[in-house]
């Protein structure tokens, strides 16, 4: 059975940092990229960031552009997002998904992590 | 203002067929495949169809999915009041290079 159990979520100020961590199960993980899409309380889903299967390619929203750093550790089974100068737009659940190519909607989603912003 | 078109709000009633639409470009819609999410309060996206009209195993056939130039649509028949949830159209955008989404479509089972 495939899953993806996201952490790192929480509190944090506006200007600060936060890394999110996806781990995975069930599949082989280095066979497949992988995306971060968020949704903020009450809104629709947004694209944050994607990687391909190696880590050699990586895609970002222009909202987080320069602020968010995706990787993955494929010994590890785990993707993350490096989140700096957050801001209160941020605020939101991050999903992480798995998708065959990193260029293509995603089929399995975690169950999401809230990240909130404020001071 | 989402790159995908959706309707705010669809409903019906029980045993009746609903159709969501999802509008789109030649970047988009027009050139890569469509996905279609269903998201119940406060749970994750599931994936309903991918590739335009497949459908995952587990889904109903009840669902279908279709694609006509740039625009893609998902039909709902025998409208069950365990529909009611969120629905979101996605694809790749070749021009923006992200995914992008439409803004869901809220569905009511009257």
């Known amino acids: 059975e495939v899953q993806l159990v996201e952490s790192g979520g929480g509190l944090v100020q506006p200007g600060g940092s936060l890394r999110l961590s996806c781990a995975a199960s069930?599949?082989?993980?280095?066979?497949?990229?992988m995306h971060w899409v968020r949704q903020a309380p009450g809104k629709g889903l947004e694209y944050v960031s994607a990687?391909?299967?190696?880590?050699?390619?990586?895609y970002y929203a222009n909202s987080v552009k320069g602020r968010f750093t995706i990787s993955r550790d494929n010994s590890k089974n785990t993707l993350y997002l490096q989140m700096g100068s957050l801001r209160a737009e941020d605020m939101a659940v991050y999903y992480c998904?798995?998708?065959?190519?990193?260029?293509?909607?995603?089929?399995?989603w975690g169950q999401g992590t809230l990240v909130t912003v404020s001071s | 203002q989402s790159v995908l078109t959706q309707p705010p709000s669809a409903s019906g009633t029980p045993g009746q067929r609903v159709t969501i639409s999802c509008s789109g470009s030649s970047s988009n819609i027009g050139s890569n495949t469509v996905n279609w999410y269903q998201q119940l309060p406060g749970t994750a996206p599931k994936l309903l169809i991918y590739s335009n009209n497949q459908r995952p195993s587990g889904v109903p056939d009840r669902f279908s999915g279709s694609k006509s130039g740039t625009s893609a649509s998902l039909a709902i028949s025998g409208l069950q009041s365990e529909d009611e949830a969120d629905y979101y159209c996605?694809?790749?955008?070749?021009?923006?290079?992200?995914?992008?989404f439409g803004g869901g479509t809220k569905l009511t089972v009257l």
């Open positions: 996605a694809a790749w955008d070749d021009s923006l290079n992200v995914l992008v």
């Open positions: 998904a798995r998708t065959p190519i990193a260029v293509a909607p995603p089929d399995y």
């Open positions: 990687i391909s299967s190696n880590g050699g390619s990586t």
């Open positions: 069930g599949f082989t993980f280095s066979s497949y990229a």
